[in-house]
């Protein structure tokens, strides 16, 4: 009998008799393999199935993952079986299937599942749970190791940022891993130079040198000879006396027109120390060279600062200057102006020209301007006559710059109103003196305001007193409170003294 045509039967008659008795089938625990007679026997796939030419363990629904792959030797076979309880009995790990009690892998077992876990998950305590993020990268539930501790894109990688690298200054992240930039070399927590030394181990093994700040060096006391260090500071080979130097055990001889020099050997012409160079006051020895410090220089056998002249050429940015005592100045009579030395007279801006009004210096000279001349103490135009001398005519004289005909005692006007004048004509030049008095009762100003109606009176402006109300003094030509230490409303009629703080009635 088949496998469909028994499971219809158990579907259309669920409740059999069994010796008279009623028998219950589960149909849920009845378990069917693919390829299984009636008696758990295997058997050739029914043609009309759908699961027909498909091997019996080909990932069916019974088929866990764990056994795709057929190992005789990767689990026990047992007894004929129904449903996984019959394979109890056998132990932990066994299961039914095709009809036959198996044993899982135990290596692909979690609790009572014959499969392994899948990726993102692990077996915890027969369990498969979810990795946790920490412990999650890709399909592994371990942890990035400490040399490789991001995960990205489901790899463990070094970095993904420059500031994953700051635990050693100065490395760079390049496709995913620290490294410090080419021509560069990791040391303890910094990237130094290829050709720097880290430690002592990059100073060759048998030599005794030591890493110093990046450079191998012998230490202290020692000197490199042939290649190691030796105790000691005199010469290893006669190269290290210098030229015409031989060593000899440690020590350095010179030859002839050689002498030792801070244990070398060095040409007699040459200097040793500053006391070689007495032939110039100050000068140093440096290199073997005398030469005067760096702020100084040489001038006459002795060192000066650079900022003094040693001669006069040294002078040269003001024309005609000398040095003198170390500073360039100009001769005796003369003075600096403008790049040059000029007489001591003569003029270098317009202010020294002040003497004379309207002068300017020009060419060192004081001048008038274009269209004028000098007149005494000032320049005048040049059609201006400036003595009678310019007049040619007779009776003609210079009159305030205009040549005029002047009649002698003729009469003219004086600035004072109340003053008669007369032509001078013998003074130089010609002018209108005072003659006395004039314009006797002709009016006038006196500039005093606290008089009137002022006329000439015997040469003189005079004007009558303000008269004001009994009480009242004129002041600055207005009528006020006479001796008022209050208010003083004056534009009362009469004006009023009030108490000080009051105020005027306007």
């Given at each position: 009998m088949s496998r469909r045509t028994l499971l219809a039967l158990l579907l259309a008659a669920p409740l059999f008799t069994l010796g008279g008795c009623h028998l219950f089938l589960d149909l849920e625990e009845i378990r069917w393999s693919e390829g299984v007679t009636d008696a758990g026997l295997p058997i050739a796939p029914d043609a009309a199935s759908p699961d027909a030419g498909q091997p019996a363990d080909a990932g069916g629904p019974d088929a866990p993952d764990a056994m795709v792959e057929e190992d005789a030797g990767a689990a026990d076979a047992g007894p004929q079986c129904h449903l996984d309880r019959d394979c109890e009995s056998l132990g932990e790990g066994w299961y039914c299937r095709a009809g036959t009690c198996e044993r899982c892998i135990i290596d692909q077992r979690c609790g009572a599942l014959c499969s392994p876990c899948a990726s993102g998950t692990f077996c915890n305590a027969g369990t498969c749970s979810p990795c946790t993020v920490a412990q999650h990268c890709g399909s592994s539930c371990t942890a990035c190791p400490a040399t490789s501790p991001i995960c990205a894109l489901s790899s463990c990688v070094e970095?993904?940022?420059?500031?994953?690298?700051?635990?050693?200054?100065?490395?760079?992240?390049?496709?995913?891993?620290?490294?410090?930039?080419?021509?560069?070399k990791v040391c303890g927590t910094l990237c130094i130079p290829d050709t720097n030394c880290c430690d002592d181990d990059d100073c060759g093994a048998n030599t005794g040198k030591i890493c110093l700040q990046g450079s191998c060096a012998c230490p202290d006391q020692q000197r490199l000879c042939q290649g190691t260090c030796q105790a000691g500071s005199g010469c290893c080979e006669s190269t290290d006396c210098g030229a015409g130097g031989t060593c000899t055990e440690g020590a350095c001889s010179c030859g002839g027109g050689h002498e030792l020099c801070s244990a070398v050997c060095i040409p007699g012409t040459v200097c040793c120390t500053d006391g070689d160079c007495s032939s110039v006051a100050g000068q140093v020895c440096q290199n073997q060279a005398c030469i005067c410090p760096p702020s100084q220089k040489e001038c006459e056998s002795k060192c000066i600062d650079n900022a003094l002249c040693c001669a006069s050429s040294d002078c040269a940015s003001v024309a005609g200057q000398v040095c003198q005592d170390g500073v360039c100045q100009c001769p005796a009579g003369k003075r600096s102006c403008a790049g040059e030395c000029i007489d001591v007279a003569a003029c270098c801006q317009d202010a020294d020209c002040a003497a004379t009004s309207g002068q300017v210096c020009r060419a060192h000279q004081c001048s008038c301007p274009d269209q004028q001349k000098l007149c005494g103490s000032k320049c005048i135009p040049s059609a201006h006559c400036c003595s009678n001398a310019d007049c040619g005519a007779a009776q003609s004289y210079c009159i305030e710059g205009v040549c005029s005909v002047c009649v002698p005692?003729?009469?003219?006007?004086?600035?004072?109103?109340?003053?008669?004048?007369?032509?001078?004509?013998?003074?130089?030049?010609?002018?209108?003196?005072?003659?006395?008095?004039?314009?006797e009762g002709g009016q006038c100003?006196?500039?005093?305001?606290?008089?009137?109606?002022?006329?000439?009176?015997?040469?003189?402006?005079?004007?009558?007193?303000?008269?004001?109300?009994?009480?009242?003094?004129?002041?600055?030509?207005?009528?006020?409170?006479?001796?008022?230490?209050?208010?003083?409303?004056?534009?009362?009629?009469?004006?009023?003294?009030?108490?000080?703080?009051?105020?005027c009635r306007g």
């Open positions: 970095c993904l940022y420059p500031t994953d690298c700051a635990t050693v200054a100065g490395q760079v992240c390049a496709a995913n891993t620290c490294a410090c930039p080419d021509g560069q005692d003729a009469t003219c006007a004086m600035p004072d109103p109340c003053r008669a004048g007369k032509m001078d004509c013998a003074a130089s030049p010609p002018r209108c003196v005072d003659s006395g008095a004039g314009n100003d006196d500039s005093d305001g606290c008089t009137m109606d002022d006329v000439c009176q015997s040469g003189q402006c005079q004007g009558a007193p303000r008269v004001c109300a009994h009480g009242e003094a004129c002041t600055d030509g207005a009528c006020v409170c006479d001796g008022c230490t209050g208010v003083c409303c004056a534009e009362d009629s009469p004006p009023s003294c009030q108490p000080l703080g009051s105020s």
